[in-house]
């Protein structure tokens, strides 16, 4: 049996930059016609320069492919006017990070005061410029999200002209609330569907596992894959495949993030074809992206089959995929 995507697009991706990008990006441009990709380097990406110097570096790191990196800028409360209409044509987003909350956020934003955000907020609203959002408090790691659903829920009501992205959402509670807001959408991760918190801390700790935020209950990841299944038109794949090098991963201080970007097709296509969604898929991976966004990415058609795919331990010797040494359902067989 063989599966056909075409424009795979994964709406969430880290891919980070120097000697990472060079091991990242081209994997991903492998198997995905596009990907939003994040802004949170060290410094997060927040000037037109830092802007097209990246993109540069990242089309300069997937060589021929006709990869298309949707850039996106860090949220920052002091962006004027000018300089958002300067940068509109250089960007598909602007990604918010509380301060602190995860992976070099820590020039975010703190406190949520509609009135210091207001002006951005406004402007974004004006240019069609979507806000994508990492939705967590600082509160109890478990209640961080459903706690960060009136903040959402504030912006939604406050900016109704403004597209307002929950990144990779992760309880019954976001899915719930993208319900109640027109202007409300969310990213799913691969990882989300297919863990809960036992995977990650139930037994021996498994820190290729644990990322922000952290996988939840059953009942959350029923909810996820109930939306994502029935490719929900207000969500989208978006991997967060977010590449730390192995040492700082297998270390006390674990950095959080799950590398998925390789396996992530593989691995959709046997979580849809096990719950007998695979008409569904093409919606989840890539129309409700196209539609949401109006965004229409370089053609690419992906074939797979169902035969066994032996997932690599590591990467170039540094990096570790989820799945690492395990064998997959769905290979890939074709791709371009
Ligand atoms: C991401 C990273 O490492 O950049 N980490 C993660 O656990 N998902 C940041 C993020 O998206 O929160
Ligand atoms: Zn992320």
Known sequence: MVVSLNEPLDMHLHLRDAGMLDIVAPLSAETFSGALVM??????????EALLSYRKRILDAVGESTFMPYMTLFFKSDYSAGFLEAVKDDILAIKLYPAGIT??????VSGFDLKELAPVLDAMSGLGIPLCVHG????????????????????????PDLKIIMEHITTKEAVEALKRFENLYATITLHHLYITLDDVAGGLLQPHLFCKPIAKRPEDREALLDAALKADPKVMFGSDSAPHPKDAKEAPGCAAGVFT????????????EKHDALDRLQSFVSDNAKR??????????????????LVPDIYEGTVVPMFAGRTLEWRVVSAG
């Open 261 to 272: 970007a390789p396996i992530a097709l593989q691995a959709l296509v046997q979580l849809f």
């Open 136 to 159: 967590e408090t600082g509160g109890f790691v478990m209640d961080r999200e459903a706690e960060f659903i009136p903040i959402y829920e504030k912006l939604a009501k406050n900016f």
């Open 103 to 108: 992976t070099n956020s820590e020039g975010g």
């Open 292 to 309: 949401i966004y109006g965004i229409n990415p370089p053609e690419k058609r992906v074939i797979l089959e169902n035969s066994p795919y």
């Open 39 to 48: 802004p949170n380097l060290v410094p997060p990406v927040t000037t037109k």
